[in-house]
């Protein structure tokens, strides 16, 4: 079930690849995978099995990896950036064991979600405790003011998941109000993974904005194109099931546009379907189909493409370098993934 | 239904009183409970909703407090250590928040648990957004080594419930290992806070350690006396159900020394209520009997004054002062709370 977008002029479908930023950082990114190993482990032995379910499910440790080049970019020569970036993965994976919690989820990168195997309880607990590591990670770092970017962070991630919870069951919800969520619930660790590499290699004002603003943007523009994929990906790409977006009654930004843009008897389709949950057999092929009528997926990649040229803009003015261009590379791969 | 324990010679029933404290860190805490009240605000409503329904319900604030006075005791004479008690309150609060969804409890301080009336997903999240704003005000001010201390804390805590969790339905749990527990979950944080007063203060190596001591041993003091009430206080003085530990089936010592010292038939009904979860009628009395009758309740008691004891030796060496003699004190009416 493919998306039917129009391609950007010129631009081969999937011509963009991760692989340049993976390349540069992969001697970096050894080193914080073996951080992550050595301090997801604890004597407690359901930690380290938690943990290492979802760590070794293999993400694409995107995050990190933004932390890595940014501070390399910035001609960073310390060691304090593997730490910083090993927090931040463990801060990302905290946040998705304490979500499939929230969530309800059953599927997690395409495996059972840890909750599934080791209960709630270890999830929540589990996610506190990769938590407490991150910070500790960064205070060794020592650089408080990656310390204030990154802790910022923590408390507008869970700002923007109760803003979620709060407006999960409203069809009423703006284009502006779920822009809000996720620029705090998604973009918000982008950009302090992005910034805190100008500020470890102890650069000022106009490069810590320029991370700030390509994370913030490539940040929502990942979570647009994972909004679109969940109502046209295939499971085994996706690692969830297509749809769970649908099930769940979550409000994303393909949902508001067509609702919006809908008839009277549409709106009360996608009202009792995600305000009151009231699901049945080929609701969702309807929702698609919904989707597909009003654009409502196509102009969900426009939006991401518009955050990702902004993205690209904000690294613009730095000086020429393969760091910079692989960064660049991954704003048009994350969109990309929607074709 | 009170505890038939033996009173210290020539000590009177209740004679240790914890006001001394509140009065000398009073004007201190007006400022902790602004500054409370201030960082649990967010746009996102239901943040300060869930934050003040457990925030106003009224704990001791007994952590806060133990930073406040530690740091008046060593001499500070800044502004830091309000944020430092302010962020040691949230991460309790964070804890409770947390724990409530981990135990399924219904009710804390005497109230509906936050989950009860916003459900499980609002607790962890709001647990989260109070913990990232713990670490923000501990950037503010400042000390790497304090947030050295806090953050390490943090990770122990959520190491510690998991610890709980995995033991939870052992019956075989030792002393040890549940004191094992216990040093984590609960006396972590109590140690963690005192620690900071004369960290903030530019104490060294010697007022560091008598007062990490203090709080680590008043913390297990603190803890056994509380497992001891759940056999035998009053729920209106508790805030929670007499017996809510059995009917969640946690080991507590109270229940590990009457399990060991039992015979065969009693031990077979510890394993049917706690290990399987089979209570019936009656069940909770034939438990508090069994407990009496090996005296397990009274020798938690017993060993909650051996580490009342070691908390006050550790700051027997500090010069004397209003702020010692209070809190000195507090370890006292820590432990006659069990009368």
């Known amino acids: 079930?493919?998306?039917?977008?129009?391609?950007?002029?010129?631009?081969?479908?999937?011509?963009?690849?991760?692989?340049?930023?993976?390349?540069?950082?992969?001697?970096?990114?050894?080193?914080?995978?073996?951080?992550?190993?050595?301090?997801?482990?604890?004597?407690?032995?359901?930690?380290?099995?938690?943990?290492?379910?979802?760590?070794?499910?293999?993400?694409?440790?995107?995050?990190?990896?933004?932390?890595?080049?940014?501070?390399?970019?910035?001609?960073?020569?310390?060691?304090?950036?593997?730490?910083?970036?090993?927090?931040?993965?463990?801060?990302?994976?905290?946040?998705?064991?304490?979500d499939d919690v929230v969530d309800e989820s059953e599927l997690r990168r395409g495996k059972l979600a840890a909750r599934m195997l080791w209960g709630n309880q270890a999830s929540v607990l589990v996610g506190d405790f990769l938590l407490g590591q991150a910070f500790r990670m960064m205070v060794e770092v020592g650089s408080l003011d990656a310390l204030d970017v990154l802790s910022t962070a923590a408390a507008v991630i869970a700002e923007g998941e109760v803003m979620q919870l709060s407006a999960a069951k409203h069809m009423s919800t703006t284009e502006d109000e779920y822009l809000a969520v996720i620029r705090a619930k998604t973009a918000a660790l982008f950009s302090a993974a992005a910034e805190v590499g100008p500020i470890i290699a102890g650069l000022g004002r106009a490069e810590r904005a320029a991370f700030r603003s390509y994370g913030t943007n490539l940040g929502l523009a990942f979570q647009l194109i994972d909004d679109a994929l969940d109502y046209g990906g295939s499971s085994a790409e996706l690692g969830k099931k297509v749809g769970d977006d649908f099930r769940e009654g979550k409000i994303t930004l393909p949902v508001v546009l067509a609702y919006r843009r809908g008839s009277e008897s549409e709106r009360a389709f996608w009202q009792r379907a995600l305000e009151r949950g009231e699901i049945g057999e080929g609701d969702l092929e309807k929702a698609i189909g919904l989707l597909r009528s009003h654009h409502a997926i196509e102009d969900t990649v426009e939006r991401a493409r518009h955050f990702g040229s902004v993205s690209r803009d904000a690294l613009a003015p730095l000086p020429e370098s393969p760091h910079k261009d692989a960064l660049l590379e991954v704003v048009d791969f994350c969109i990309e993934r929607a074709y």
Do not use: Q, W
Request: with cysteine.
């Open 1 to 98: 079930m493919g998306l039917v977008v129009s391609l950007d002029e010129g631009k081969k479908k999937g011509s963009a690849k991760i692989e340049p930023l993976v390349e540069l950082v992969s001697a970096d990114m050894n080193r914080v995978n073996e951080l992550i190993l050595s301090k997801a482990g604890s004597d407690v032995a359901m930690i380290p099995e938690v943990a290492n379910h979802l760590i070794s499910s293999g993400g694409k440790r995107l995050r990190p990896m933004l932390t890595l080049s940014a501070a390399r970019l910035c001609g960073y020569r310390g060691d304090g950036h593997v730490k910083l970036a090993a927090s931040v993965e463990f801060m990302h994976t905290a946040t998705l064991l304490h």
